[in-house]
């Protein structure tokens, strides 16, 4: 019984940051393109700013031609977020 409540937490945790990795990629993707600020996606950035550790905050933010960055910390977060997710999995598949 509780082996079967443990896997569904890990589960999902599991789901949770695999939701919030999406969210981060498709972010990435549309901080490239550079229709952030038609968008009115500025303040979604500068919150989610706050949930970005501070050892990468800031980092790999490259210009594109497209007029927009590449966010690398967002990327690295949301690249972590996708690991942790498929172990997360394993982990509730072991558990049961």
Excluded at 3 to 23: E, G
Excluded at 44 to 70: C, H, K, Q, R
């Amino acid at each position: 019984m509780a082996s079967a409540a443990a896997s569904r937490v890990f589960r999902a945790l599991a789901y949770l940051c695999r939701a919030a990795a999406v969210v981060l990629s498709a972010l990435v993707v549309v901080l490239c393109l550079g229709t952030a600020t038609n968008l009115g996606l500025v303040s979604i950035v500068m919150g989610l700013n706050d949930f970005v550790p501070t050892a990468v905050s800031g980092l790999l933010v490259i210009p594109t031609p497209l007029g927009g960055a590449f966010r690398g910390d967002f990327f690295l977060v949301a690249v972590f977020l996708f690991v942790l997710d498929w172990g997360l999995m394993r982990a509730s598949s072991a558990v049961r």
